[in-house]
């Protein structure tokens, strides 16, 4: 049931909207509790360990043969340490990349705060800190000592956040953070942040205690046996710690969950029902724009150029984006109707969900219904978010220098009006135009066929005919291929597993969907995608053909020239496709024998064959690259004015070995990253300047002209891998079952390997208690005789 409050947010709603649920106060009981149980059992096992190395040397100082009791005391100082060791590597919790601000340096912004956390009832922030991250967060400062004393709260603010949110929006974020200031359960999180370190760090984190062991094991045979026995008791204790913060980790969760939808109240309270919630929509946009600005700036800067101001990129590419993705819902959000705003929804529901219990945070669609149970309305402040500082223009300019570091020689600084201009050209590209509908926007053109011959038909050679070749009802199908994409990744999720659905049923286009009945409706989405895609394939087909026909009637080489483009297209397509195939067939191998985090001879040989499939792979792509010959004009669009040898560069890596998969396997993820980023922008180049000439070819042909020569054509070399969709190297997506085991996963191996390892730990602890026992000194027996002549035994 909705409710509509109708006056305007205020402070007194808090009471009202963001009291504390019984589901928020069940869950911070249940969290604190396995928490204390966690520390607790860690310290007592520890404990443990070193009181029985003490009770035992004690024992082994009255012993009259005391070799056995020393080697069982240096076992359990050894158990013990090991265990305590994880305490000395808690690091601070403070993020990198932040930057402080004051008081002094942004009046303004602290004035809103300060105004803004008073009004929430929570305490102010502590420090303030910028970063260029799209987020805002609340973070401690964490140290041992913090667990025992009161620890202030810092806040984070990411300014690509404030360049993407008006003020009103901005304002919501903030308070649904002091919403978190006010929370007294957040030392839960201090808590279980301090847990986490310790635990991963006995878990995982392999040292010289490992070290010593795998020496001894090394040195006799009968030392090897005795040092398997210690690696077996290691290995049971480290799987407890696990298992048991595990479930530390899913009661923190349901918490961390409940909180969140508290903060969202606090939110509401002070900005209304809708301002959080268009504060969420539009973070989509903010990422992906930002990540594009980032890859932006860092080209630029490996060529000496700096950017002045990357929040202007990020606006400008935000813009551009919802253009070319025919997307109004692209970094906007849409208007919120005049009747029953509170039943008004940004978010769907998706047709799956990640497990419940591994959650943090609750889904979007969750949040807005959170947030509107209790409508209330509010005007939204449409000012920019930067008016929180003075000098916006400078902090701009100095956040962004920080991206980059300082580079050696320095930047050479660039005006923002030519940077922009820069960044406007690389989104107003032909590919780009609307007049494509969005065919040419993510989506492979070559990659279904075996060679570039196939990518055109024949196509009449009518003048007329290239009118009809983009209609309107071409941007429907486009629209289409992404719906489809999308619920096919759904569904094919939700048969394998990886998510699930509420209450174990699907609602797929307003009808439910039981969950034997996914593998039918899967199966229906990709059929229905197969056509759209097999739609748009015919489609290209007809453009590239009647393209070529024109070409071919004007003649001045310009068929040829076509062929060439669409030869170096198919070439980029296929050459990236086997590359980013084989790393990822590659990577699967390591991830597999590694998935133990033991790796034997064997394994490593197969990690090895892997590595080298990989190799030869990139090898080819370099050598047959070098033997491209790509035309002028290509070339220019490339900035390689010779070529894809200049493109690509000389390929160094050696092949694979034993002895130098430690340095090889991150060596080569540099290469490939590089190569596909070579191939892209050459694919990227190609549909380019083919799209251009066959738009020039277009306009001759409309008009009756007849253009100059074409360029020399680019020329590609017989002979090079193709790849097409359905070839891929195959993987393994299931363990064995030893290795489900010993990774817990699953609940069966999960309880499985609970079960061994706790009894292995409780037969160590009871094979140390009876030995302190059984060997206890015993004294002297003397036997003598009493006056009455009874034998007497005294000790």
Sequence with gaps: MIDTITKQPTAGLIGQLAQPSAAYKRSARFAVAGLLGFVLGYFTLAAFFLWNAWRLGHTALHAADAGGLWLLVGCNVFFGLFMLKSLFFVRQAMPAGLTEVTAKEAPRLFAFLHELADAAGAPRAHRVFLSNRVNAAVFYDISLLNLLLPSRKNLEIGLPLVNALPLGELRAVLAHEFGHFAQRSMAVGRWVYVAQQVAGHLVAQRDKFDSLLDWMARIDVRLRIFAWVLQLVVWSIRSLVEMAFRVVLLMQSALSREMELQADLVAVALTGSDALVHALHRLHAADDAWQRALQFAHNEAAQGCAVADVYAVQSLITRRMAAILDDDAYGRVPPVPAEAPARHRVFREQLGHPPRMWQSHPLNHEREENAKRHYIAAAIDGASAWSLFEQAAVLRARMSAALVGHPQPPLAPVPLPDTLQKVARLYRREQFNRRYCGIYFGRDIARHAACAADLRQPVPADAAYGATLYPATLRDDVRQLRALREEREQL?????????????????????????????????????????????????????????????????????????????????????????????????????????????????????????????????????ASQLALDARLCRRLGAEEGCRELLGEFLLPPAQPDNLGSWLPAVGHWVEHTLNRLSALRSAALEQLLVAEALVARHARRGTVPQPAPAPTTVPAGYATLPPGAERPRRDKLDLWTRFLRADGWLPGGARLLVAASIVAVTLFAGLEQGTSTAPQGKRTDTLNAAGSVVLVK
């Design 492 to 624: 094919q999720a939700l048969v394998v597993g990886r998510t699930t659905a509420r209450d174990g049923r699907v609602r797929l286009r307003g009808e439910h969907c039981a969950r034997r009945e996914l593998p039918a409706a899967l199966a229906r989405t990709t059929r229905e995608l197969e056509e759209v895609e097999e739609r748009l394939r015919a489609h290209d087909l007809r453009c590239r053909g009647w393209h070529q026909a024109m070409a071919r009637q004007l003649g001045g080489g310009w068929q040829e020239y076509l062929d060439g483009l669409l030869a170096v297209l198919h070439y980029a397509e296929h050459a990236a496709a086997d590359v980013a195939d084989a790393h990822g067939a590659a990577l699967n191998v390591v991830a597999v024998e590694t998935a133990a985090r033991r790796i034997d001879s064997d394994a490593i040989l197969r990690v090895v064959t892997s590595a080298n499939g990989l190799h030869r792979v990139l090898e080819l792509v370099y050598r047959t």
